[in-house]
């Protein structure tokens, strides 16, 4: 047993019993290289990758390999879940050097941390024009070795580049008008008409994109934006991406169909289509959106949800296909045998026709990934669920895929939110307990005592990493729904520590951001980048949630910040609208406001609470909302000095410095938050 046994990343535990001598990511690791005289190997990963697994099995396992790259290497294996800071770095290097990326990633650097080659898989032995994995160990020892100078000399060339990437500054403005509009047009040419989504295959879920569609539509009343977020809603719920028995996404589809996923389904894509859905609802009544978003929130809480409260990472693409073979989506794919095994010869009939599943398959070996075909025969409401009943349950008796127990910071803060406002939306007060509780355990577990948060945790337990800046904006943004749904001012509270640090660690001049702060480990390069990926970028996340703490204090010193920080968008919106969804979502609550409401009335008064739903289902964007009792001194500036209406609990709308009247009438409320309302 190496020296991962006593990580707490699952990753890191997954290679504890290889014969590689592992060391985690640490000085110490570094200073041994130095002592040796040898290149470090460095391997980066995450517990749900599928080519993770299989370069493990094939190289990691193997004992001569690895007497090989003991000899010769200091061999580091990192999570970059856990350490996504480390990550950017080295992709960012990976991208340069390759024009491609991603994981498993594999980088040799010196003893300094300088890279000076890169890869991703390796396979055993030579393939598809591919070196094997001990030809390219062997390639760089004889080059460490004979020609060191050389290596000497492209790292450091490597790193110069890194460092001269640097973000000099943002800019004074946020996108406006003109950039909202360029980016829109850009998605439309991306837009895939036929299928829904953005470009082709591999397609990946649009969370973000969606986000600024919605808001752009609700403010602008563009058609257009609304279509591409109902097609593609429609076409991912309908498709094999998603779970049509137990709810949540896959992290992607092979295909531009959506038909065969990427079976890993991870955290921080349900919580985020969560909401996506969720907002379609609210802003087009879908029964669709409501559906999924409810399903997708059940899927978190039931599949993902921790005894301490918090959320799980990931479910593994990988299980135990009945006959002790190791595949991936074993455990959701069926054949018609399969579906005749759990319903009977009739009612598998019914199940095939109704989920699209066929002698030939869709999937591997004659087996179907689970879809709702639009053109299958239509199925009494009855009848379906009791099939979708069944095979959960058939499937429940399956050996079910790992589960990623490392708890992150970030994505706990984006279930946060999605939970909060299903649960506020749907009626589903369940929900706003479960984000509670994971609220919860992100102050009391990733908090340390001077307010700083940290990145994982595991069965309680807090981990090694320091917070990135994607964990701030993210966690301060959950505590920002959880307080707009519960009124508690707890919540409003530690978002704003969270935000003050992020304004006094993480930002540079002129507005722009990094994603570690200025007292963490120094990397060869401080990472920042405002673009976003499968989640929303450190800086994105901030801004939003700078923005919508500037609307619930009137602080300017917020408001710049975050104006300031958008101002790098203006250039990229035309350009790369895809990689900018959060932070053009941000952009669009910039140019209506935000709307700021307060509902003030005795909590328990039903008349309250219909005010306070009616807010919380506004579509404008980015709005913010603030309920809580009147009288007395308000925790909350934007509850200061608003009293009841005629003894009545009533609501207050502003916009900028200008406010409307005030109302006890939820139509009037509504009409005063329609987005051709200036709040006058």
């Avoid at 991912?236 to 028995?245: N, P």
């Avoid at 708890?407 to 706003?432: C, H, K, S």
């Amino acid at each position: 047993m190496n020296r991962l046994a006593r990580a707490t990343s699952p990753y890191l535990l997954q290679h504890a019993d290889n014969p590689v001598d592992w060391w985690p990511w640490s000085p110490e690791a570094f200073e041994e290289a130095r002592r040796r005289d040898v290149p470090v190997f460095l391997s980066v990963g995450y517990a749900a990758c599928h080519w993770c697994h299989v370069m493990a099995h094939e190289s990691f396992e193997d004992e001569e390999l690895a007497r090989y790259l003991n000899e010769r290497f200091v061999a580091v294996k990192v999570d970059r879940e856990e350490r996504p800071d480390v990550d950017a770095v080295y992709m960012e290097a990976v991208q340069a050097a390759t024009g491609q990326g991603g994981w498993p990633m594999t980088v040799f650097l010196t003893p300094e941390g300088r890279p000076f080659y890169f890869g991703t898989y390796f396979p055993p032995a030579p393939r598809h024009g591919m070196p094997s994995f001990r030809q390219v160990l062997e390639g760089v020892e004889a080059a460490w070795r004979d020609r060191r100078g050389e290596v000497a000399d492209v790292a450091s060339r490597i790193t110069d580049d890194l460092a001269s990437r640097a973000i000099s500054g943002a800019g004074a403005q946020p996108p406006g008008e003109e950039e909202a509009g360029a980016a829109l047009l850009g998605l439309t040419r991306e837009f895939d008409a036929r299928y829904g989504g953005f470009g082709g295959a591999p397609k990946f879920p649009p969370p973000m994109v969606l986000e600024f569609l919605l808001r752009h539509h609700a403010r602008t009343g563009s058609q257009g934006a609304l279509q591409m977020v109902e097609a593609t809603c429609e076409a991912m719920a309908r498709g094999g991406i998603y779970d049509q028995l137990g709810g949540g996404f896959a992290r992607y589809s092979v295909d531009a169909e959506w038909t065969v996923p990427h079976f890993e389904k991870m955290l921080y894509d349900n919580a985020q289509l969560c909401r996506v859905y969720a907002h379609l609802w609210r802003a087009t009544g879908s029964e669709l959106g409501r559906r999924v978003a409810l399903e997708t929130a059940d899927f978190l809480v039931r599949e993902l949800g921790t005894t301490q409260g918090g959320f799980a990472s990931a479910l593994d693409a990988d299980s135990e296909d009945g006959e002790g073979r190791h595949r991936e989506g074993a455990y959701y794919v069926w054949t018609p045998a399969q579906l005749a095994e759990a319903l009977g010869d009739e009612d598998a009939e019914a199940a095939a026709e109704r989920y699209g599943v066929t002698a030939e398959g869709t999937f591997e070996e004659g087996a179907s990934v689970l879809q709702l075909p639009d053109d299958a025969p239509p199925l009494d409401a009855g009848r379906a669920d009791s099939l979708r009943a069944r095979l959960l349950a058939a499937r429940s008796a399956r050996p079910r895929p790992a589960r990623d127990e490392k708890v992150v910071a970030a994505w706990n803060g984006l279930a946060v939110a999605a939970l909060a406002e299903a649960g506020a939306y749907f009626e589903r007060p369940d929900l706003v307990r479960a984000a509670e509780r994971a609220a919860r355990l992100v102050a009391e577990v990733h908090t340390d005592a001077r307010g700083r948060l940290v990145r994982t945790s595991r069965d309680g337990e807090a981990g090694a990493s320091a917070g990135v800046l994607e964990d701030y904006g993210d966690v301060a943004e959950g505590y920002l729904v959880l307080y707009a749904v519960t009124g508690d001012a707890g919540w409003w509270e530690r978002a704003g520590s969270l935000l003050e640090t992020v304004l006094t660690r993480f930002g540079g001049e002129e507005g722009t951001l990094f994603d570690t702060a200025d007292d963490a480990e120094a990397l060869i390069r401080r990472p920042q980048d405002p673009t976003d990926g499968a989640t929303p970028s450190g800086w994105n996340a901030a801004a939003a949630a700078l923005l919508s703490y500037a609307a619930y204090t009137g602080s300017e010193r917020h408001r710049n910040a975050a104006e300031q920080a958008l101002g790098i968008l203006r250039p990229l919106a035309a350009r790369a609208p895809r990689f900018l969804g959060w932070g053009l979502s941000a952009a669009e609550a910039v140019l209506d406001g935000p709307r700021e409401v307060a509902v003030v009335g005795p909590h328990d008064a039903s008349a309250t609470a219909r005010l306070h739903r009616t807010a919380l289902l506004t579509t404008a964007p980015g709005a913010v909302v603030a309920a809580g009792e009147p009288g007395g001194e308000a925790a909350v500036p934007l509850l200061a000095d608003r009293p009841l209406l005629d003894g009545q609990p009533a609501a207050y709308v502003c916009r900028g410095f200008v406010c409307a009247r005030p109302t006890t009438d939820t139509e009037e409320l509504v009409q005063q938050l329609e987005p051709s309302v200036d709040g006058a």
